[in-house]
């Protein structure tokens, strides 16, 4: 036995360079495997927790207004466990710079434990209701704090009902509903610099909206086992009289369904990128032990005829392949919980969520159990002829590889053209047909990892472009408090760098088509607006038509209307009673984010029975005088929000580079696959053919010619596989979209040309090196020594 | 018969230094091989005949000491003029054939014939070697006196001046390998090539001009035929 060991270790010492290969992907997959699976336990788990923790509502209903007591009322409902009455409310925000942001000014009936999506403190202290030096307490968001260099102890000014109003704050606070804490689905990622959080007891929301005694929002936690559909209809009757704004439940909620879409997308991944390294890390493995086993027959044999079992043979070879797991499962979880320590603090920024941390021993056991099972089958299938040598058999020579005809020698004419290097290379590819197979699969999966990574940079760039540089095309977009009569725009228009100004009209609605209804925004354009365009799903800029509408995609297809469909529209304003109109729609446009419906001014007017009344206007100024715009637009009271398109791109690109590290890393990852590949399969067929290489040197071929034929052989293995390649990957981009895609989120599969050159020309790189690698040795190739054996 | 000579040999050794160990496999060695000779070098297993043959064929180098061939310095060449040298004037023949295995019976010699400017046709080549109707097996579909022929046509194709064989018979039945010697001696007589053949065999030893007999590294007699025999008419 111990002789056998031995064998084992000279084996893999002989073939170090292959052993470290295949122990490379399968540290690259097992530490993808433990990076991402941690990450999303980490962050499945923080999830969890915060939201029982802060009692997380599982229904959201917004009124226009309703005394404070429907919360008891609705508690009393069978099947309702938890109710929270509150006010919500985005208000505007004067900065000390005199500088406009916004905030979602949120109100919590106190005490706050046990209320519904209650806030976790994490800095100073918990407001009070009635502080003693009076005015009102405020917890903002951290990030919010933090980017706008704030202290605890100072004041932050907003403007509500007309008035401006100072909130202290005492503390930093994070809630269930704000984990990501974006605006709107328009936003593409979070601006803390713009966007905040204000947290303040409810009865000063009351005092603040003028409100007293009433609530805007109710919070509802079901009973487990609740019939859900008949509770909500039941509240919603309840509330009916309050005018009904919206209802909907927690998957449709923001935050929650965006970090939804982050784990879902995010658990795919982790189980895709590693199982394609296994993968092909256990075909190599099987390609290179049968290898092994062929070389090594007549001392198999000899074992066996000394009277060692099939079994221990079997342990022996598939000891082999366990050790390159073990080593790669090894490495693998170092690096892997290295790379979720960097993962984790990623996510940190993007979400608002405590404890995304730790690592799970399950997860190690689990990597170690992954990569032994692929070592155990490459290992097991791998040896699988042992058991059919026979000890006296195996003593004779071996019968020599068959060539047979391959697919080329059925066209004579091209094939007689073919020098005899080629012809060797083409009947020897074509002879081992499962190394070949192993080589174009792992060519195939590195160059398409290469393109759905270079996709994601593309997507980034997409999204940039399309929305940034074809939908919207206005320096600054700026709303209002409530519908103005569009004169109000006058004073913006006589700004000085003002260039230009459009207006338009935001409405909230619900949308009811053939008992279904959803709720939407109908943005009501003015005759004659170029700085924000629609676009079909071909990609095609829409006019904005006189009369009817235009439905977003996903609202259209909640609703399953189509294009000359008569849809029901009920304007769900927060003030006055609702309108309903009927009206056809038009045609249907394609948003990145979320869902606009767009249609003109005028027809949006008539929604409201209105004339002439917008809600803000999208201004095109003077670069150089842009600052002092700004800063004159925050002190006209009535503006709600201003929104630098510049600044938007600017917080978006620097969010952005820690996408293009993990499409880096990505790109690195599928270089080494390839290389590895390509590795392997030269030294395998060097290693097959060393004898008749030596022959071709006797005979007077230089060494160049010789690795020449090398050469030949990896590119007609590795360009079938580079071509194949590429709509490979398109395939598994289209593929991995639609299984991210969400009822919030679609994404076209746009990939740029360049980004199947750049796949083809890292492809080829791979190529070129692993030739390289593995070709270095050849001047070695001892003519004499492998003149004089058999085999 | 022309007393040009091909290749010279003066005091030349070759030592192999394997760790510790230094195996002088080649003692100083005095050797001239003429045109168009039938040189057989006997010795025992180990006496230094393959390590000869190998530095006359340009696929080593000596340690020490000197080889030409005609004017050219061999222990002085560069790699690339060695490999210049094997591929246009020298033809080797192993025990083992050593063909592609990929590769027809045809297309090895086609391989070989690619390889210099004015070879001679593959067709009669194969037919002088007496293979004329199988050559597009693979050489694993082939017996051993088959693919010995195919790597004498292989070598042969090229017109080398100096025909290196060693062991030509080693692995074949006793008459194949005397069709194999008869083919060799009928390859000196056509095309006036330089066969040097290297065997254990003490009685290939009569189909020779002349005879090297190597033992311990070293060339213990050169012994001159009066006449050649034929294969045919020796025993072993
Ligand atoms: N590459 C080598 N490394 C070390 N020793 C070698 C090598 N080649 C041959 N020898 C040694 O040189 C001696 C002569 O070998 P060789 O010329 O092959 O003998 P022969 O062909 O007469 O059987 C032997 O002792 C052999 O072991
Ligand atoms: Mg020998």
Known sequence: MYVLYRKLWRGIWSNKGQFFAMALVITIGISLYVAMSTTYSNLGYAQERFYDDNNFADHYFYVVRAPEGVGKQIAGIPGVEKVTARIQQDVAVIKEDGSRASARLTSYPLPLSGQVNSVALKQGRLFEAYPANGGAEALLDPAYLEANGLNLGEQVEIIAEGRQVPLTVVGTAIGPEFIYAIKDLSSMVPDPKTFGIFMIPLNQAQEVFNLPGQVNQILVVFAPGADIEAVVSQIEDLLSPYGNLASYPRKNQLSHSLLDSELTSGRIMAKFFPIIFLAIAASIQIILLRRMIRMQRSQIGIMKGLG????????????????????????????????????????????NLPNVEGFHFQIIMYSFILAASVGMAAGLSGSAPIVNINPAESMRAQPPGKSTQNILERFPFWWRRLSPLWKMSFRSVARNRMRTLVTVGGVVAAVSLLLISFFMNDAIDYMMKQYYQKEMLYHYQVRFDQPVLSSETLAISRLDGVNSVETFIEIPVKIHFKGRNVEDVVNGQAQGNQLKTPFDSEGNPMAIPEEGIILGEITARKLG????????????????????????????????????CYTSLSQANRLLHEADVITGCMLLVDPGRSAAIEAQLSEITGINSITSRQKEIDNITSL?????????????????????????????????????????????????EVSGLMLKDTLIQAVPGLIIGLPTGRWLAVFYISSVSTDMFTFPVIISPLSYVLSLLVGLGFILAGYWLATRGLSSLDMIEMSKYVD | ?????????????????????????????????????????????????????????????????????????????????????RRDHIGFVFQFYN????????????????????????????????????????PAQLSGGEQQRISIARAIVKRPLILLCDEPTGALDYQTGKSILELLLDVNRRHGSTVVIVTHNAAIGAIGDRVVRMSSGRIAEIQVNAYRASPEGIEW
Not at chain 1, 665 to 692: C, D, H, P, Q, T
């Open chain 1, 308 to 351: 060692v079992s099939n079994a221990a043979v079997l342990f022996h070879y598939c000891s082999y392949a366990l050790a390159i797991s073990a080593v790669g499962a090894l490495t693998g979880s170092i690096l892997g919980l290295l790379f979720s320590r960097s993962l984790n603090q990623l996510y940190a920024t993007y979400f």
């Open chain 1, 561 to 596: 209307a189509e294009v000359g469909d008569l849809i029901t529209v009920e304007t769900t304003f927060n003030r006055g009673a609702p309108m309903i109109s009927e009206l056809s729609v038009v045609s249907i446009n394609r948003q990145l984010f979320g869902s606009v």
């Open chain 1, 656 to 704: 952005m580079g820690s996408s293009m590290l993990f499409v880096g890393i990505m790109i690195f990852f599928s270089l080494i696959l390839g290389l590895a590949i390509i590795y392997n399969s030269i030294v395998m067929s060097y290693n097959e053919r060393k004898k008749e290489l030596a022959s071709l040197l006797t005979l007077g071929f230089t060494h160049g």
């Open chain 2, 1 to 85: 018969m022309a007393e040009a000579v091909l290749v010279h040999l003066q005091d030349v050794t070759k030592t192999y230094v394997m760790g510790e160990v230094t195996v002088e496999a080649l003692k100083a060695t005095n050797l001239d091989i003429l045109a168009g000779e039938v040189l057989v070098i006997l010795g025992p297993s180990g006496s230094g005949k393959s390590t000869l043959l190998n530095l006359i064929g340009g696929m080593d180098r000596v340690s020490s000491g000197e080889l030409s061939f005609r004017q050219q310095a061999l222990h002085l060449a560069s790699n690339n003029q060695l490999t210049a040298y």
């Open chain 2, 99 to 138: 063909l592609i295995s990929d590769l027809t019976a045809w297309e090895n010699v086609e391989l070989a014939a690619t390889l210099v400017d004015n070879p001679l046709s593959t067709a009669e080549v194969l037919e002088q070697v007496g293979l004329k109707e199988r050559l597009d097996h693979f």
